[in-house]
């Protein structure tokens, strides 16, 4: 009788094994693609060009910001970085926000992989890249009428002396090409590790879920607009998947999950998950980062629902 458990127990776990391997194949090639773009990012291009060139109104720089990511393509995991050193630079708060929350969604990177994930389909690309757009703008647009300063929270580790970023312009004139270029492979190595453990985490609970978790119980789940999105939001927030890769897995729940409940997934998954909430914890106040959040899951769930009463 326990042989009988073990031979059946066997095709459960060959096609979780499948599952994942599958999910993780498809989705590495966009990530090592998106780590080298923004090593060569993090090498070349200064921020202080970004901030040069923003523009002075509200509104405008807020939509300026959620467009900066398609020439400035970085996954969630190195965001929040890369915008405190352009709110330091000079760019406005809603700016930055807009640019953070949206810049590891629409960037060719992500929305090729999101392209190719749902089998070569437009539809949820515009669906994602539009919803994105729209929650960020929306948030970025309130945080400014909220909070008149940026809310850092070591204020007195902002303050940059006069003159220093002369000299680090000066400083970055001077260095050879070959360090750079090191640099670059450097920091894309570094990257990948980082993010590739929550890939293959997020792969594995993926695929656990559809060979262990009853097809039943998500049907359940995910016949309530309300409930897909909000236990699509968590699942986004907890699996902590890279931009680049998480359309795959978004991807493999379709047959249980609404088109509004995935859109939802893909939009708060990268504003929001708990590697970059630690990183806003650290750069940001308390009350700042769970505003941040609130306004976020609010607009991304709001949004979600639309997105399912439409299609």
């Known amino acids: 009788m326990q042989k009988l458990v073990e031979l059946n127990r066997v095709p459960t776990f060959y096609q979780l094994n499948t599952i994942f391997i599958s999910m993780v194949m498809e989705a590495i090639p966009f990530v090592l693609v998106g780590v080298l773009i923004s090593g060569l990012i993090q090498a070349f291009v200064r921020e202080s060009f970004i901030s040069r060139i923003m523009p002075r109104n509200r509104f405008l720089a807020a939509f300026v910001g959620c467009g900066i990511g398609l020439f400035f393509p970085s996954c969630e995991c190195g965001i929040v970085p890369i915008t405190r050193r352009l709110l330091k630079k000079g760019m406005p708060l809603h700016a930055g926000i807009a640019f953070m929350l949206t810049g590891p969604i629409l960037n060719p990177i992500v929305l090729f992989s999101t392209y190719i994930a749902f089998g070569n389909s437009w539809e949820m690309v515009g669906i994602r890249a539009g919803l994105a757009a729209a929650v960020a703008f929306s948030v970025a647009v309130l945080l400014s009428y909220m909070f008149k300063t940026i809310p850092f929270k070591h ?6 002396p006069s003159g220093t970023h002369m000299q680090a312009a000066d400083e970055e004139k001077r260095i050879p090409m070959r360090t750079k270029l090191y640099e670059v492979i450097v920091h894309a190595i570094e990257e990948f590790f980082s993010v590739g453990k929550y890939l293959v985490l997020g792969a594995f609970i993926a695929a656990s879920m559809q060979t262990f978790v009853p097809t ?13 999105s ?14 680049e890769a998480d359309a795959f897995i978004a991807a493999s729940f379709r047959s249980t999950f609404t088109v509004g409940s995935l859109s939802a997934f893909l939009v708060f998954g990268p504003m929001v998950d708990i590697k970059n909430t630690l990183m806003l914890l650290g750069t940001f106040s308390t009350k700042f980062v769970l505003v941040l959040i609130g306004l976020i899951v609010c607009f991304t769930l709001a949004g979600s629902l639309v997105v399912g009463r439409l299609l």
């Not at 995910?222 to 409930?227: A, C, D, F, I, R």
């Not at 909000?230 to 931009?243: E, G, W, Y």
């Open 216 to 228: 039943s119980y998500l049907l359940h789940l995910g016949s309530n607009p309300l409930t897909s």
């Open 155 to 160: 204020t007195n580790q902002d303050t940059v």
């Open 230 to 243: 909000l236990v699509m939001i968590a699942l986004a927030f907890l699996i902590s998947l890279c931009s």
